[in-house]
């Protein structure tokens, strides 16, 4: 069963950037496609961005050509670059590991993204 840690949230202001990291343990990461989803207070928690694990990615019409999805096999860890942040983007961002045998969702605890002025 993999285990997922997520990191690099923070507080930034509008048109800066940040990029989280999420370290797995516990499971063959090359057998995981990955994905990043967010949730803002009172909404429902949305997709961002995935990757496959043979390195594909997908992106929400949202965050097109601001943010990157990437993955290292080798560190067991994926990766989003946030540029040009909006306040809009606040929200908890949660990591996700979609096993692709099994299909089995595995959930990182979330790491907070505060954008303001």
């Known amino acids: 069963q993999v285990q997922l840690v997520e990191s690099g949230g923070g507080f930034m202001q509008p048109g800066g950037s940040l990029r989280l990291s999420c370290a797995a343990s516990?499971?063959?990461?090359?057998?995981?496609?990955m994905g990043w989803y967010r949730q803002a207070p009172g909404k429902q928690r949305e997709l961002v961005a995935t990757?496959?694990?043979?390195?594909?990615?997908n992106y929400a019409d949202s965050v097109k050509g601001r943010f990157t999805i990437s993955r290292d096999n080798v560190k067991k860890t994926v990766y989003l670059q946030m540029n040009s942040l909006k306040p809009e983007d606040t929200a908890v961002y949660y990591c996700?590991?979609?096993?692709?045998?099994?299909?089995?969702?595995?959930w990182g605890q979330g790491t907070q993204v505060t954008v303001s002025s």
């Open positions: 516990g499971g063959i990461f090359s057998l995981y496609h």
């Open positions: 990757i496959t694990s043979g390195g594909s990615t």
């Open positions: 996700n590991a979609d096993h692709i045998v099994s299909r089995r969702f595995t």
